[in-house]
């Protein structure tokens, strides 16, 4: 059976993945259905989020935008140098401006882009001719030649995928994070108060507070992603093997390292990377991927650690009326936003650590592995985003449950042998420790067995005594509270 039947002449591809139908069809199925990832598929409403930032759309434009801005720049320094540029300069009774053909870049303009690529089989190529002819349009044929002049591919390729990197980062990916660090925030501090026994190797251990757990994982997820907020992103602007040789020769005398720096810095508004050879060496994405990846990582423990709270039922998940949890368990309320935001957590760390990996490599001054693997950035920023996505949609539907958090305290009174051995040390007692091993160790105490030990306890002054009795696990939090309130 046939998905949908269109005669191919009658489809039109657009550079963000969807089709366009010009012609009759007896039945049609969205492309996205027949997408082989999900996040062009299933998962198509967060890989839209990223697609005006790694799409070949996206990598054109962007191309586009440095080669524009390379001719302004060289009208705007080198005009004194060169008569051909000094004439294009003053032709017109207004200083020529080229920033329209990036601004403006529309679909029609990147199918022309790629035409040309299918007959020259270069696509940065391919941008600098359709730059050239646009130029050309404009009034300024002399300046066609002046179009790409002492470039190689990479120094319009390298600039082009750092602000794409940097304005993912800034536009999409950061207020995501903050929304879930927020979340987690806010969290931490309506339950910064409510006791909750702790596991440590999966058994019990001192008692907690929910608050203190959430607020730690926050903690941890903030200072990773002002770690990436803070990344520089680099590029290099330097010829074929990284040392000016053909523009040096074109434009004796000048100061090329400097002009690139200022080219770089204040028109690409990107950090200078100084030594390189005909690529970016890539160290910047390497250190960005790999803070990504620990903040992914910190989030997949999350997601781990509330599927565990809510199997224990520490915490309870909100049904939704038409939701369903299992095919066959109709009484099934399935943790499946924070399994589905681990899986997709671990899925963006795999692809970040690959592509770090390989990118770091590069077989003498250039090899053109990098170029294929630079194209799939944005599907590790996508499951990070669509990790992100899940676990706060799953936090919106957990409450904790203070009964079960209760109940389960009531039932280890055991973890106040820490306490009473704590307390029994601080008054020389050499043997504390094995006293309270050999009574609890393994065990399930009573609170009238742990009581009935306490008063036992001559060593210690009647008022220390009468403080033991008088807790309970669920007070045996320490500074639990207290630090949520002093770090939030």
């Known amino acids: 059976m046939k998905k949908f039947i269109v005669a191919e002449e009658n489809l039109r591809q657009k550079p963000d993945g969807t089709v366009s139908i010009v012609g009759p069809v007896e039945s049609y199925v969205p492309p996205e259905y027949l997408a082989i990832g999900p996040m062009d598929g299933r998962y198509r409403d967060t890989g839209e989020k990223l697609s005006p930032y790694f799409s070949e759309f996206a990598l054109v434009k962007n191309r586009v935008k440095v080669e524009v801005l390379w001719l302004q720049f060289l009208l705007d320094n080198l005009r004194g140098k060169s008569r051909i540029l000094a004439t294009a300069y003053n032709k017109f009774d207004a200083a020529p401006n080229f920033i329209h053909l990036f601004e403006q870049f529309s679909y029609e303009d990147f199918f ?40 190689t591919s990479e120094d319009i390729t390298n600039p082009s995928y750092a602000r794409m990197i940097r304005d993912a980062i800034e536009d999409v990916w950061y207020p995501k994070a903050e929304e879930l660090i927020e979340m987690l925030e806010k969290m931490a501090e309506e339950t910064k108060g409510i006791p909750m026994l702790a596991y440590t190797h999966g058994q019990p251990a001192t008692p907690t507070t929910v608050g203190k757990e959430i607020f730690n994982t926050a903690y941890r997820l903030r200072q990773k992603m002002m770690q990436v907020s803070n990344m520089e992103t680099m590029a290099k602007f330097n010829g074929a093997t990284g040392n000016y040789a053909a523009i040096s020769i074109a434009f004796p005398g000048e100061d090329w390292p400097c002009l690139a720096r200022q080219f770089v810095k204040r028109y690409l508004d990107l950090d200078f990377n100084p030594v390189t050879t005909q690529i970016e060496p890539h160290d910047y994405i390497v250190e960005i991927a790999g803070n990504i990846s620990h903040f992914n990582r910190i989030c997949a423990n999350l997601c781990m650690n509330m599927w565990i709270y809510i199997s224990k039922e520490f915490f309870v998940q909100i049904p939704v009326k038409k939701e369903v949890g299992s095919s066959t368990m109709p009484n099934k309320v399935n943790p499946i936003n924070f399994e589905n935001g681990e899986a997709n957590f671990r899925k963006s760390t795999a692809d970040f650590e690959f592509l770090s990996e390989w990118l770091m490599s590069s077989r003498m001054q250039r090899d053109l592995r990098d170029s294929t693997l630079l194209r799939n950035l944005g599907t590790a920023f996508a499951h990070s985003l669509l990790g992100m996505e899940r676990t706060i949609k799953g936090l919106k539907k957990v409450k904790v449950n203070e009964k079960v958090l209760k109940e389960n305290l009531d039932g280890k009174w055991e973890v106040l042998a820490e306490a009473v051995q704590t307390v029994l040390r601080k008054h020389g007692i050499p043997d504390a420790y094995n006293r309270l091993k050999e009574l609890t160790r393994g065990k399930n105490i ?11 306890l001559d060593e210690i002054p009647e008022c220390e005594r009468e403080a033991l009795l008088n807790m309970k696990p669920e007070d045996y939090t320490g500074f639990a509270e207290e630090i949520v309130e002093r770090e939030i």
Not at 113 to 135: F, G, M, P, R, Y
Not at 446 to 456: Q, R, V
């Open 446 to 456: 009573t609170k009238e067995a742990l009581h009935e030990f306490i008063k036992s």
């Open 112 to 151: 022309e882009v790629k035409q040309i690529e299918a007959e020259t089989n270069h696509d940065v190529k391919s941008v600098e001719l359709w730059v050239a002819q646009k130029v050309e349009e404009m009034g300024y044929p002399e300046l066609r030649s002046f179009v790409h002049i002492g470039c």
